[in-house]
C-alpha cells in the first residue's frame, strides 16, 4: 500500500540558510500535517491542511511556512535557519476524522 | 485547552510479562483517540483508533481500550521487538490537528 513519501530523508544546512521539505501524501487523503520532533520529545504541530487550504496552525516559527499544492503534495519551507531547528520533521496524511498515517521524517541538521 | 498525559514515562519489562500503558486525555469533542508505535529515528506508525467510550480494539500482542477520560494500551506476553516508545494522541472537532501525549518507552528484556 502507498505510504506518505518525504524528502529528502536526510538534510545538513548552515545557520541563516534556507531549507524546503516535501511531502507526498497518501492517495486520496484530503489532509496534511506536519511536525517537528527533538531528541526525545513527542512531535509538536506545526500546520496542517485540509484539500488545499490551511486548517490550522500550531507553533510554527514565522520564519517557517507551507503549502499545499493543486497535486496535493506540500512543502514546508524553513529560512534564516537556527542551530535549534535540527530535528526530525514529520509529515502526516488523513482523510477527515480517521487516524493520521506518517511518513518517515527528514531529519534536519542546522551547523 | 485539550491535553494528553500518559504513564509510565518508562517501563521495562521482561519477555512474556504483561502490563498496561495509560493515557489520560482532556478533550473537548472527541473525534478519536489513536495509538502509534515510534521506534527511533522512525515515524510513528499507526496502531489503533478508537472513536467512542467502550470500545476496544485488538491487533497481536496488543489490545486498546477506552473510557471517557482515559485509554489503555494493554500488551500481553511481550518480547523483545515491541520495544518502542508508545505516543497516544487525539483530535478534537474544533481543530484539525493530532495532540500527541508525551509517551511511554517500553524495554522487552529476553
Known amino acids: 500500500a502507498a505510504g506518505v513519501i518525504q524528502s529528502p530523508r536526510h538534510l545538513i544546512k548552515e545557520k541563516r540558510e534556507t531549507a524546503t521539505l516535501k511531502c507526498y501524501p497518501i492517495p486520496r487523503h484530503d489532509t496534511v500535517y506536519w511536525y517537528q520532533q527533538g531528541p526525545g520529545q513527542d512531535p509538536q504541530f506545526l500546520i496542517s491542511?485540509?484539500?488545499?487550504?490551511?486548517?490550522d496552525k500550531g507553533s510554527i516559527p514565522d520564519r517557517f511556512s507551507a503549502q499545499q499544492f493543486s497535486d496535493y503534495h506540500s512543502e514546508l519551507n524553513m529560512s534564516s535557519l537556527e542551530l535549534g531547528d535540527s530535528a526530525l520533521y514529520f509529515c502526516?496524511?488523513?482523510?477527515?476524522?480517521?487516524?493520521?498515517?506518517f511518513g518517515q521524517g527528514t531529519r534536519l541538521t542546522v551547523v | 485547552e485539550d491535553q494528553v498525559t500518559q504513564s509510565p514515562e518508562a517501563l521495562r519489562l521482561q519477555e512474556g510479562e504483561s502490563s498496561s500503558l495509560n493515557c489520560s486525555y482532556t478533550?473537548?469533542?472527541?473525534?478519536?483517540l489513536f495509538w502509534y508505535r515510534q521506534d527511533p529515528g522512525k515515524g510513528p506508525e499507526f496502531l489503533f483508533t478508537?472513536?467512542?467510550a467502550g470500545e476496544e480494539k485488538e491487533k497481536e500482542r496488543l489490545k486498546a481500550t477506552l473510557t471517557k477520560k482515559e485509554s489503555f494500551l494493554h500488551i500481553t506476553a511481550p518480547k523483545p521487538e515491541d520495544s518502542a516508545t508508545y505516543l497516544c494522541a487525539v483530535k478534537g472537532t474544533s481543530y484539525d490537528k493530532v495532540i500527541f501525549g508525551p509517551g511511554t518507552s517500553l524495554s522487552v528484556i529476553p
Open positions: 478533550v473537548s469533542g472527541l473525534r478519536g
Open positions: 491542511f485540509y484539500e488545499k487550504m490551511q486548517s
Open positions: 502526516a496524511s488523513s482523510r477527515q476524522n480517521t487516524e493520521a498515517f
Open positions: 478508537l472513536y467512542s
